[in-house]
């Protein structure tokens, strides 16, 4: 859903939950979002949610509780290029895209994290790097991981042998590691973001 192709009234409203969300980490109540639009009533804001709801900008949990949809401008799609031997290379917009739409696919499911440490450095993984995690996905051999060993929580490679489970670092200097009573798996990695600047 393009933001450019909705009414005035109906992209304000979008930038305020935008803006909301944003600055609170998290998405407005109802009677929350009422304030924000000016409504005296709840109600209003329901009906007006329904409407976000129904265009995908919205979206609700399981006990009402609202999460944001596609919320973010799209940013423009210029082509691809060629990270091999150079080519020429035209700039045509060929499409917009949301990095939430392209990143996720089940958001009720995904979260961040902040990356500490270089265990994972030989996969690409630095410290600061933030990392997308989806709980919903059921891991297997070569995925990487959150998962909660022993009581510590650790992102690594999930390995599975017969009946045996290991985690595995991307870096020579850290051990294989091997639950010694419990293992619990937080999510699979499903992209790794880095700012440059």
Known sequence: MQLLMLKGD???RIEKIRKFYLRNKRMPSYSE???LFGFRSKNAAYKLIGKLKDLGLVSSDEKGKLLPGDLNNPVKLLGSI???FPSPAE???QDTMSLDEYLINNPTSTYLLKVEGDSMIDAGIHPGDLVLVDK?????TGDIVIAQVDDEWTLKYFEKKGRAVYLRPANKKYPLIKPKQELIIGGVVIANVRKYK
């Open 10 to 12: 109906i992209k304000d």
């Open 82 to 84: 060629s990270a091999g």
């Open 33 to 35: 979002a009422a304030s």
């Open 136 to 140: 919903s996905v059921v891991p297997k």
């Open 91 to 93: 700039e045509e917009l």
